[in-house]
């Protein structure tokens, strides 16, 4: 049995397409792209680059992360719950007198509730970053494209994606070779 004859077997049939990604040689010239694709109407676009090139989330459509809303309350739990276990522990169910302090007090209780929110903040970040880029992931469409390593190195790649409303691959490689685009290939996924 051939590879075809197993994919239309299970079926996956015909590969799909994912996109259409250019490569461009700066990023000013990445910003400057990614506006014009966007003001010509399209909306799912992303952007690949060696490092975080300013401004190129407004030009290209990203909205905020939720990441600093998961971040704040998951450090309010934490504070929460230091505070709540350490009131609970000293004065409900193991209540002792040392030093006349009393069974609760908040400045002692400073030290702890700080370090507690601090560890929920950490795992907050760290999890929530994973959970919204969706990683791990080890394999992504965008790595069919031929210079895809180029991104990581000194190219600057916009893309396209096929999930967009007026996405056409012939008018998207002719919307990008006019925004400047030096490479530019529909990639399969």
Same mark, same amino acid.
């Given at each position: &049995?051939?590879?075809?004859?197993?994919?239309?077997?299970?079926?996956?049939?015909?590969?799909?397409?994912?996109?259409?990604?250019?490569? !461009?040689?700066?990023?000013?010239?990445?910003?400057?792209?990614?506006?014009?694709?966007?003001? &010509?109407?399209?909306?799912?676009?992303?952007?690949?680059?060696? !490092?975080?090139?300013? *401004?190129?989330?407004?030009?290209?459509?990203?909205?905020?992360?939720? /990441?600093?809303?998961?971040?704040?309350?998951?450090?309010? &739990?934490? +504070?929460?719950?230091?505070?709540?276990?350490?009131?609970?522990?000293?004065?409900?169910?193991?209540? /002792?007198?040392?030093?006349?302090?009393?069974?609760?007090? !908040?400045?002692?209780?400073?030290?702890?509730?700080?370090?507690?929110?601090?560890? @929920?903040?950490?795992?907050?970040? @760290?999890?929530?970053?994973?959970?919204?880029?969706?990683?791990?992931?080890?394999?992504?469409?965008?790595?069919?494209?031929?210079?895809?390593?180029?991104?990581?190195?000194? $190219? !600057?790649?916009?893309?396209?994606?096929?999930?967009?409303? $007026? @996405?056409?691959?012939? +008018?998207?490689?002719?919307?990008? $070779?006019?925004?400047?685009? *030096?490479?530019?290939?529909?990639?399969?996924?």
């Amino acid at each position: &049995m051939t590879l075809d004859q197993l994919k239309d077997k299970i079926g996956l049939g015909e590969d799909k397409v994912y996109g259409v990604i250019g490569a !461009f040689s700066a990023p000013d010239d990445l910003v400057a792209a990614g506006r014009r694709i966007r003001e &010509m109407g399209y909306t799912k676009l992303d952007a690949m680059s060696p !490092f975080p090139v300013h *401004g190129i989330d407004e030009a290209i459509g990203v909205p905020p992360s939720k /990441l600093g809303w998961i971040v704040i309350w998951f450090s309010a &739990m934490g +504070a929460a719950t230091a505070l709540l276990l350490i009131w609970y522990v000293g004065a409900i169910n193991y209540p /002792l007198v040392i030093g006349g302090k009393p069974f609760f007090d !908040f400045s002692y209780s400073i030290p702890v509730t700080f370090e507690l929110t601090v560890l @929920f903040t950490a795992f907050a970040s @760290f999890l929530g970053m994973w959970a919204i880029n969706g990683l791990p992931r080890l394999y992504h469409p965008s790595f069919n494209y031929s210079q895809a390593h180029r991104a990581s190195d000194d $190219r !600057f790649l916009l893309v396209i994606e096929a999930e967009d409303p $007026r @996405f056409d691959p012939q +008018a998207c490689v002719e919307d990008l $070779r006019s925004v400047g685009a *030096g490479d530019v290939e529909v990639v399969e996924g």
